[in-house]
């Protein structure tokens, strides 16, 4: 299907970049896996090849680019497993707040390094205590003289292990009213005495992405760290979420279109009674009606890309695509590692690797539940 968004330079862009994970990413993924995380060594191989932050201002090393190639790094990245996200909120999530909040002596700093990969970056939203309701976040940074004084935990944080470069919600007015508007977003660098990180978190799926805790103790952080305005950081926040909501409905649904089509192509090789699987109707029906649901998917998608690039403000359809499409995601692995059999559960296949790699995406970036309050608060509920 034509993507109106996407044209020949884009698709270069794609083999060029298909060829070089290919090389540095696919033979490695099971080890990545084994440990946890993704190596530095990768990040760096991925910034000399243009592949982290393509967006960002040529003066800082980047070319640029438009809105395609970051959904083409995306659906990339994704082929070679969701446990790349880390990548991809990196490229995506993180360093736009720096390009869009950070004063030029910010992005002079942090940039260069997020492009060429010698800087890793997170973003620490979550508390133990605190999920999507992020006016409630605990952490709280305190001005004191020309520094912030932060203290609290974060909880989840992807390249949490990894990063050199967190940007930290927290409070720097406890006592606001309304709650959100003592959150300010203060950016601390790995090192800072203080700032420790837990170990990696034995998660369910997505072992790649290196997942931890982080730990604030009397962290004195320079208060030319404060990104943008103080008191201002939940609205940043808001503007910031359409895209990474957005981002996580494009890995979805290629996410979905990768489970659909190895699962045809082990359907008709896999035989039983005396013919192939895809030779059943029950196994027919289902591929057709995934293959129906994911291409409605990837229409809506596409179309709100477009909108996205356009300006538009889409957050309500993007609330809805966000929810609707991971649990697609959902329903497709469950489908088709049934069509597997009993290899489908074993992790040789890959259908077994993406079945326990979906399941959080109900749950990041907003949980669908709050997806669904969003959608009905826009509706005038």
Same mark, same amino acid.
């Given at each position: ?39 530095r060594s990768f990040w760096k ?13 040529? !003066? ?9 190639? #970051?959904?083409? &790094?995306?659906? +990339?990245?994704? *082929? @070679? ?59 709280t940074a305190i001005k004191d ?54 170990? !990696? ?9 290196? #997942?931890?805790? &982080?730990?604030? +103790?009397?962290? *004195? @952080? ?160």
């Amino acid at each position: 299907m034509e993507r109106a968004y996407l044209h020949g330079e884009h698709e270069i862009f794609r083999r060029s970049l298909r060829k070089f994970l290919e090389k540095e990413a696919f033979p490695y993924y099971e080890q990545w896996e084994s440990e946890k995380q993704v190596p530095r060594s990768f990040w760096k191989k991925a910034g000399a090849q243009g592949y982290l932050c393509p967006w960002a201002d040529e !003066k800082h090393g980047a070319f640029q680019a438009d809105f395609g190639y #970051t959904v083409v &790094l995306s659906e +990339e990245f994704e *082929r @070679v497993g969701t446990g790349m996200v880390g990548v991809g909120l990196h490229n995506d999530i993180v360093m736009p707040y720096i390009a869009s909040y950070g004063t030029d002596a910010q992005k002079a700093a942090w940039m260069p390094g997020a492009i060429t990969g010698n800087l890793i970056s997170a973003i620490a939203m979550t508390e133990p205590g605190t999920g999507s309701d992020l006016a409630a976040v605990k952490t709280t940074a305190i001005k004191d003289g020309d520094e912030y004084i932060l203290n609290g935990e974060k909880s989840f944080i992807t390249n949490g292990h990894s990063a050199d470069l967190v940007v930290v919600v927290c409070k720097t007015n406890p006592k606001a009213q309304p709650a959100h508007k003592g959150i300010s977003l203060i950016v601390v660098e790995a090192g800072t005495p203080g700032f420790t990180k837990g170990k !990696k978190l034995r998660k369910v799926g997505q072992h790649a992405n290196d #997942t931890c805790e &982080l730990i604030f +103790e009397d962290v *004195r @952080v320079p208060a030319n760290n404060l990104l943008g305005e103080e008191g201002k950081g939940f609205y940043y926040l808001m503007a910031k979420l359409q895209q990474e909501r957005l981002m996580v409905a494009i890995q979805s649904i290629a996410a979905s279109e990768i489970m659909l089509d190895s699962t045809i192509e082990y359907v008709k090789q896999r035989k039983a009674f005396g013919r192939s699987i895809s030779q059943f109707q029950n196994t027919q029906f289902k591929l057709a009606e995934l293959k129906t649901e994911i291409q409605i998917g990837r229409t809506f998608i596409d179309r709100l890309i477009v909108d996205h690039v356009a300006g538009k403000d889409v957050v309500t359809e993007v609330s809805m695509a966000k929810w609707w499409t991971t649990d697609l995601a959902k329903k497709v692995a469950n489908e088709c590692m049934q069509l597997h059999g009993g290899y489908g559960y074993m992790e040789e296949y890959d259908i077994a690797r993406r079945y326990r790699d979906v399941a959080v995406s109900s749950i990041y970036a907003g949980s669908n539940e709050i997806m669904k309050v969003i959608i009905a608060k826009n509706m005038g509920l």
